[in-house]
T-cell receptor, first 116, second 114 residues
């Protein structure tokens, strides 16, 4: 069965510091994609970063990077130089062949609080 | 600008009433999705559609119905059979079916049953 686990319900970080949000996954698919989304208090889900299971390098998008450790089945999000606007819920998600390529499963999320 | 619109932003319903949530996209995406989010929870898939005139049940389809008569539109009806409909509803679309194809979301509709 496909599963995404985010073990940190809430995280605090000081402004300008880096923070890592944990995500582990379980799948038997040989090919899958991993995603991170940000959900501010307004509710909209904002796509942040994507990592393919066969990608050799860790994905990066500006201040966001994905620490992909395939053998450990982890896909942690690293936010560098945190800003007050980073305070939000963050969701890890996965899509793979088992889900027919059409369904994405989401973790329960981690709420990040950035302190001034 | 291309994007996904959902209306209304807030919706109040009396028990026993059906309500329809609108979702429109001008991204020319083939696939569209409806998710439900409860407070402090992740997203759960209600229905999805890969092409016009075709849709499949997700994990929590009971009490909901959809239609896909146009590529741009994927309305969701919350029927009186849905026992606990108060939640935040998110619509999404995706261009293709590859693992790397990103889902883009609308701003959401917050439904409250009075």
């Amino acid at each position: 069965a496909q599963k995404i686990t985010q073990t940190q319900p809430g995280m605090f970080v000081q402004e300008k510091e880096a923070v890592t949000l944990d995500c582990t996954y379980d799948t038997s698919d040989p090919s899958y994609g991993l995603f991170w989304y940000k959900q501010p208090s307004s509710g909209e889900m904002i796509f942040l970063i994507y990592q393919g299971s066969y990608d050799q390098q860790n994905a990066t998008e500006g201040r966001y990077s994905l620490n992909f450790q395939k053998a450990r089945k982890s896909a942690n999000l690293v936010i560098s130089a945190s800003q007050l606007g980073d305070s939000a819920m963050y969701f890890c998600a996965m899509r793979g062949l088992t889900t027919g390529g059409f369904k994405t499963i989401f973790g329960a999320g981690t709420r990040l609080f950035v302190k001034a | 600008d291309g994007g996904i619109t959902q209306s209304p932003k807030y919706l109040f319903r009396k028990e026993g009433q059906n309500v329809t949530l609108s979702c429109e996209q001008n991204l020319n995406h083939d696939a569209m999705y409806w998710y439900r989010q409860d407070p402090g929870q992740g997203l759960r898939l209600i229905y999805y559609s890969q092409i016009v005139n075709d849709f499949q049940k997700g994990d929590i389809a009971e009490g909901y119905s959809v239609s896909r008569e146009k590529k741009e539109s994927f309305p969701l009806t919350v029927t009186s059979a849905q026992k606990n409909p108060t939640a935040f509803y998110l619509c999404a679309s995706r261009k293709g079916t590859g693992n790397s194809d990103t889902q883009y979301f609308g701003p959401g509709t917050r439904l409250t049953v009075l």
